[in-house]
């Protein structure tokens, strides 16, 4: 199956600061989805992106399908931004199924 | 409006015994979709319902998990002798035709 692997595993800013999540899939997707996991366990939806460029406030999603890879960029970071951050994909050509594959998630702590 | 909903939020039991989560998606929804997270994983898809049938149930891990939507809106998560490794987070997603899933805020399991 579609291998999704998601860098930096952690990742420690302070506030105010920007920063670039990556996340590498290994086979054609029809959907591409970014999550912000709070410390509550809620999953929020951020981006349903599976190909281009979207922005939404301090954050913005670009997915290349082509190279297979989308990239979460977050500016101004605030100590509510902490989390886990999750890429999820639907892989092309999986039938009648549109379940989601999660990739191994981005701890991220802003600290003030 | 109002999001994917799941009762109850927490569920302590006892190795053996018998469990029901249950999942309100998102009125309109046609798909529904039932995912388990272990601590420090992603979440994990278990099934997909279409309607009232289940589409794919190639998640459940073994005969011991069941799930139905006999209207096509609420779903019951059914798990019989459960054993100390079910304990995790279910989450429950539903979706429209746009296919782009949102999360309701799980149901911890945890067997005793």
Known sequence: GIQVEQSPPDLILQEGANSTLRCNFSDSVNNLQWFHQNPWGQLINLFYIPSGTKQNGRLSATTVATERYSLLYISSSQTTDSGVYFCAVEQAGGGATNKLIFGTGTLLAVQP | ?112
């Open chain 2, 1 to 112: 409006g109002a999001g994917v909903s799941q009762t109850p939020s927490n569920k302590v039991t006892e190795k053996g015994k018998y469990v029901e989560l249950r999942c309100d998606p998102i009125s309109g929804h046609t798909a529904l979709y039932w995912y388990r997270q272990s601590l420090g994983q992603g979440p994990e898809f278990l099934i997909y319902f279409q309607g009232t049938g289940a589409a794919d149930d190639s998640g459940l891990p073994n005969d011991r998990f069941f799930a139905v939507r006999p209207e096509g809106s609420v779903s019951t998560l059914k798990i019989q002798r459960t054993e100390r490794g079910d304990s995790a987070v279910y989450l429950c997603a539903s979706s429209s035709s746009s296919n782009e899933q949102f999360f309701g805020p799980g149901t911890r399991l945890t067997v005793l």
